[in-house]
């Protein structure tokens, strides 16, 4: 299986930070990298889908780069409503798996 | 609107059985792969299981291979999960998610559309 090795597994940043997650996949899976949000209690959102487009109705603060292995995902300027835990996620081979998640707080 | 919403959760004892439900509507749904993804209280998500858009083709998690059965009835746009032989690691909120990706055969993409849940937990 691949493993996908995500971090910081939290932070905590001020309201217009720039924040950036990263995400390792244990073997090349080209740009099959996915990132999701999680607000408490609902279910995940998907954001950014092969590794670097953002899902229609998202945002332009939202933004994903990289490829093969190593992968980034950056909020340009942090806002409330993007307190959350966001996952990646490959699906270049099954068994389809995800990050630990990165739980996001304001200062 | 394109909608999914899960049903069938609930308490079950272990090595017993449950079948959730899936009713998805606003779109093709024969068109478009499904799985289902699960949390485990206060945990990250695990995907737990897939089934082409024509059914033909499934996939499982080694933690639920041989316990579970994915399956769909298209003429009737639901997708169901079958679980059986419940253990206490099994419990968790059960999703059913929608692929992006057009393909009646196609499995493997991201999972755009997701219904609200639906928690399982398995205890005495």
């Known amino acids: 299986d691949i493993q996908m090795t995500q971090s910081p597994s939290s932070l905590s940043a001020s309201v217009g930070d720039r924040v950036t997650i990263t995400c390792q996949a244990s073997?090349?899976?080209?740009?099959?990298l996915n990132w999701y949000q999680q607000k408490p209690g609902k279910a995940p959102k998907l954001l950014i889908y092969d590794a670097s487009n953002l899902e229609t109705g998202v945002p332009s603060r939202f933004s994903g780069s990289g490829s093969g292995t190593d992968f980034t995902f950056t909020i340009s300027s942090l806002q409330p409503e993007d307190i959350a835990t966001y996952y990646c996620?490959?699906?270049?081979?099954?068994?389809?798996?995800f990050g630990g998640g990165t739980k996001v707080e304001i200062k | 609107e394109v909608q999914l919403l899960e049903s069938g959760g609930g308490l079950v004892q272990p090595g017993g059985s449950l079948r959730l439900s899936c009713a998805a509507s606003?779109?093709?749904?024969?068109?478009?792969?499904m799985s289902w993804v699960r949390q485990a209280p206060g945990k990250g998500l695990e995907w737990v299981s897939a089934?082409?858009?024509?059914?033909?083709?499934?996939y499982y998690a080694d933690s639920v291979k041989g316990r579970f059965t994915i399956s769909r009835d298209n003429s009737k746009n639901t997708l169901y999960l079958q679980m059986n032989s419940l253990r206490a690691e099994d419990t968790a909120v059960y999703y059913c998610?929608?692929?992006?990706?057009?393909?009646?055969?196609?499995?493997?993409?991201?999972?755009?559309?997701w219904g609200q849940g639906t928690m399982v937990t398995v205890s005495s």
């Open positions: 606003g779109f093709t749904f024969s068109s478009y792969a």
């Open positions: 998610a929608k692929e992006k990706l057009v393909g009646a055969t196609l499995v493997g993409s991201a999972f755009d559309i």
């Open positions: 996620q490959q699906y270049d081979n099954l068994p389809f798996t």
């Open positions: 073997q090349d899976i080209s740009n099959y």
């Open positions: 089934i082409s858009g024509s059914g033909g083709s499934t």
